[in-house]
């Protein structure tokens, strides 16, 4: 097979809104090769995913096979011309076996309608051999009883089995220990040598130097690097991501912090366990871990939302109320939470009305809605954090996710608080409003204002934060003060199995 | 847009015309509304002209919204929040039966208004805490609710009308000030009321957040439990009063002549008006032109001489497609 047999992407654009997801991109895959796709969260990776497993199709550009471009309706037909998207949740049915999910689509029958469950397992053990996997499950093992690797080997192998010739992993290692990582990078080993073409998204830039053969940088939706593996080292990959010095885009000017300002002991919820943490005023306290570490749910016990089960919250050394998220507002605490458009705003009222949410003193007059004390309050902030928006009667929901956060941000900043906790503030932004975000959080600290940086960028932990609390199951695995952070460290103390016993703080 | 205008979108509109304006005013929906009450009025008025413009029945339509206005202005406030109330028919039952024997046993028709209002709020006090605190969905738990309601407005009563023979109370059923019967100025009065509540105050506007989405509403500061329970208390007093102008207007209380079905009448005009039910949209203005819709169609119907069991088809039909209606637009925007 050679080169221009191979499917490719010619010219991809598309558009969503205001956001140009992708803007003329073309790579050309080749078989027998592990090309890594990398670029910030809104690069445009997971929208060149969909495009190419069919989920929507492009703006202009065209897919191809070999000369012939190829143009897909919905998911079965990409799948048919043998591309696999391997998703970071394996989409198998909990209560089908191995089995079943594995052959899901094309389960030998017998006499036409039942079930041929000897020729089934026979085929199964088959696959399972393979991939080396008869000692991990059975055919007859139902897939809920799975653990999340094993689920992806599943689809994995569905794929391949399916006659997968694309094959492209989104972000596989995020729930994945370091020892079933490496079994996963065995497997795609063995099937590039098989002559499959794989595309490895992740945001760890070791593994792909690691693994790739040729990697692809995307940022903005352009692309703009695509070169051989060989020579790349993390920190020039990572300067193509940003599009220039990380150091450049994290601005702290200072780096002094004051007195004690928040003072959490042993705080416990449903899904956080025995969590103690200190918050300095004018300090930026990060917080690192992999996906469902506990880490959106402790900026959601801190504020009261959750309920809690045991601990203490104190700010200046006053405790703060369990369970009342008014209580932790009055409190001085603001919480910019991860999910902007479910937990943050009201979509469909105005940018004025949404920041104007947590000052209802300062916005009424005995008890009534007083829009020109709002406008004196809001306008400034809005003006401040250049909100780009007609007016500010603009539904939030026409804004793009920049935008939106800055309104978030502005309802919090109205309120002036003493402590902001912000989870993921930077989700789905594009670069620009990042840098501006980083800026305030800069100004903010800069300012007397205590910071809680909850991220899974690690770019982004490392250049604002003071120190950095790690997470894994809930709880708090370690604590890294500048300058000791460090992508690999963080994600060294990340892993669920390397968390130490509750208390064995790694200074 | 590179910068942000922080002019207001009112100097906006001073731009256009005046019927922009106007249009934006009232807003797109309650404009529909205004038309079909006026296709309406066409129809009845060209079907028994002389006696639909008639300033008596003008007046009889007038008297026969006041109740249903004051239920399915209150209903609008639980529908933006989030809820619904059906039990407010079987709560007006039982108001109109402890207002009787209040006045009844003290002769007091203040003793009465109380009776009515206290009873209505610890109604709606019992919804509140069962939705709230029992996590009960509201529908199922306002549907027992009113089972239990009628009950006690039969046990109470026995089942018999209780007559009212306070005059002065009667007053503010067919009293008459400045030449309008009492009850349509209690309607201007509350209408006002909500409307300032609602649209202006801050609580009102909490209400509105409760109800788009009660996780940022919490996150927020707003005690949504506290919201909750104080929603259907509302609803119970508003009730209550209902209940009141009821008992007030037929001389009587009774467990269930006057005031069956109108659940279903304050749900339609509530999302005639432009209440989306799963919360957090509608206004007091709408409410109140879907309340004329209803009333002007049971007047018209009546006059047209359309059989009472035909009626509630229509009634439901309404209803349903005023929902149906709401999915659309929701759907769209």
């Given at each position: 097979m050679t080169q221009s047999d191979f499917f490719s992407l010619d010219g991809i654009s598309k558009r969503f809104g205001i956001v140009q997801a992708l803007d003329n991109v073309s790579i050309a895959f080749r078989p027998g090769e592990v090309l890594a796709l990398v670029g910030e969260n809104g690069a445009g990776k997971s929208t060149m995913m969909r495009i190419l497993e069919g989920v929507f199709g492009p703006d202009s550009g065209t897919v191809r096979h070999g000369a012939t471009p190829i143009v897909f309706g919905e998911p079965r037909d990409s799948h048919r011309a043998g591309i696999?998207?391997?998703?970071?949740?394996?989409?198998?049915?909990?209560?089908?076996?191995?089995?079943?999910?594995?052959?899901?689509?094309?389960?030998?029958?017998?006499?036409?309608?039942?079930?041929?469950?000897r020729k089934l397992e026979e085929q199964t053990d088959r696959v399972l051999a393979t991939f080396g996997m008869q000692q991990d499950m059975r055919p007859r093992q139902l897939c809920g009883t799975l653990g999340p690797a094993q689920r992806q080997m599943i689809e994995i192998m569905r794929a391949i089995r399916a006659g997968g010739r694309l094959i492209a992993f989104d972000e596989p290692t995020s729930s994945l220990t370091d020892d079933e990582a490496r079994r996963l990078f065995s497997v795609i080993r063995r099937l590039r040598e098989e002559g499959t073409s794989i595309i490895y998204i992740s945001h760890r830039l070791n593994e792909i130097i690691d693994l790739a053969d040729r990697i692809v940088v995307l940022r903005d939706g352009r692309l703009v690097d695509d070169s051989p593996a060989a020579g790349a080292s993390e920190q020039t990959i990572a300067k193509l991501m940003v599009g220039r010095n990380i150091d450049d885009l994290f601005t702290r000017e200072t780096w002094r912090s004051g007195e004690q300002l928040l003072d959490v002991a042993g705080l416990t919820t449903d899904r956080v366990s025995d969590v103690s943490l200190r918050v300095r005023r004018g300090e930026v306290l990060g917080i690192a871990g992999l996906m469902g570490a506990g880490r959106s749910e402790l900026a959601k016990a801190i504020v009261g939302y959750d309920r809690r089960i045991a601990g203490t919250i104190a700010m200046?050394?006053?405790?703060?109320?369990?369970?009342?998220?008014?209580?932790?507002?009055?409190?001085?605490?603001?919480?910019?939470?991860?999910?902007?458009?479910?937990?943050?705003?009201?979509?469909?009222?105005?940018?004025?009305?949404?920041?104007?949410?947590?000052?209802?003193?300062?916005?009424?007059?005995?008890?009534?809605?007083?829009?020109?004390?709002?406008?004196?309050?809001?306008?400034?902030?809005?003006?401040?954090?250049?909100?780009k928006a007609p007016n500010l009667d603009e539904q939030v929901s026409k804004l793009s996710g920049g935008n939106q956060q800055k309104v978030v941000l502005a309802r919090w900043l109205a309120r002036q608080p003493m402590l902001?906790?912000?989870?993921?503030?930077?989700?789905?932004?594009?670069?620009?409003a990042k840098a501006e975000i980083y800026r305030l959080i800069d100004e903010l600290a800069a300012s007397g204002i205590g910071i809680i940086l909850i991220s899974s960028e690690m770019p982004e932990l490392i250049g604002l934060a003071d120190r950095v609390l790690v997470m894994a199951g809930g709880r708090i695995t370690a604590e890294l003060a500048r300058p000791d952070v460090d992508e690999a460290t963080i994600l060294k103390h990340a892993m669920p199995q390397s968390a130490p016993a509750p208390g064995d703080h790694i200074q | 847009m590179n910068s942000l205008e922080l002019r207001a979108s009112k100097a906006q509109t001073d731009a256009r015309g005046a019927s922009a304006r106007v249009v934006e005013r009232l807003g797109v929906h309650n404009i529909s509304l205004l038309v079909a009450l006026a296709i309406l009025i066409i129809i009845f008025g060209s079907l028994r002209g002389d006696v639909f413009f008639s300033s008596r029945n003008l007046l009889n339509i007038g008297l026969g919204v006041t109740i249903l206005g004051v239920l399915a202005m209150s209903q609008t406030v639980v529908i933006v929040a989030g809820g619904l109330d059906i039990a407010v028919g079987a709560t007006v039952g039982l108001t109109t039966v402890s207002t009787a024997m209040a006045i009844q046993a003290t002769g007091s028709p203040a003793a009465g208004i109380v009776a009515g209002l206290v009873l209505g709020g610890l109604a709606g006090l019992v919804n509140g805490i069962i939705i709230t605190y029992?996590?009960?969905?509201?529908?199922?738990?306002?549907?027992?609710?009113?089972?239990?309601?009628?009950?006690?407005?039969?046990?109470?009563?026995?089942?018999?009308?209780?007559?009212?023979?306070?005059?002065?109370?009667?007053?503010?059923?067919?009293?008459?000030?400045?030449?309008?019967?009492?009850?349509?100025?209690?309607?201007?009065?509350?209408?006002?009321?909500?409307?300032?509540?609602?649209?202006?105050?801050?609580?009102?506007?909490?209400?509105?957040?409760?109800?788009?989405?009660?996780?940022?509403a919490r996150f927020s500061g707003i005690n949504i439990n506290r919201y909750r329970v104080g929603i259907y208390i509302m609803s119970g007093v508003a009730a209550g009063l209902a209940g009141i102008l009821l008992a007030a207007r037929t001389g009587s209380g009774q467990p269930v002549s006057g005031s069956q079905g109108l659940e279903l009448e304050a749900i339609t005009a509530a999302v005639l008006g432009g209440c989306a039910l799963q919360g957090g949209k509608g206004t007091i203005v709408g409410a109140l032109l879907g309340v004329a819709i209803i009333g002007v169609l049971n007047n018209g119907m009546i006059l047209t001489s359309v059989p009472t069991f035909y009626q509630l088809l229509a009634k439901g039909s309404l209803l349903i497609l005023a929902v149906v209606i709401a999915e659309y637009h929701l759907n769209r925007t």
């Open positions: 696999r998207v391997i998703h970071q949740e394996p989409e198998i049915v909990p209560n089908l076996t191995v089995a079943e999910n594995i052959f899901v689509g094309e389960l030998p029958r017998l006499a036409g309608v039942l079930l041929d469950w200046n050394g006053v405790p703060v109320l369990p369970n009342s998220p008014h209580a932790a507002i009055v409190a001085g605490i603001g919480f910019a939470p991860e999910d902007r458009k479910h937990e943050a705003l009201l979509l469909f009222r105005s940018i004025l009305d949404n920041a104007a949410l947590c000052v209802p003193d300062k916005t009424s007059s005995f008890g009534f809605f007083n829009r020109r004390k709002a406008l004196e309050i809001v306008s400034p902030l809005a003006a401040k954090m250049s909100i902001l906790i912000l989870d993921e503030p930077t989700r789905g932004i594009d670069i620009g | 029992g996590r009960v969905n509201a529908v199922i738990a306002t549907l027992g609710t009113m089972a239990i309601f009628r009950g006690i407005a039969f046990i109470m009563s026995d089942g018999q009308s209780i007559a009212i023979f306070s005059d002065t109370f009667r007053f503010i059923g067919i009293g008459r000030i400045l030449g309008l019967p009492l009850l349509v100025w209690i309607l201007v009065l509350t209408a006002i009321a909500f409307h300032l509540f609602l649209a202006r105050s801050i609580v009102g506007r909490n209400i509105y957040a409760l109800g788009g989405n009660p996780v940022v």
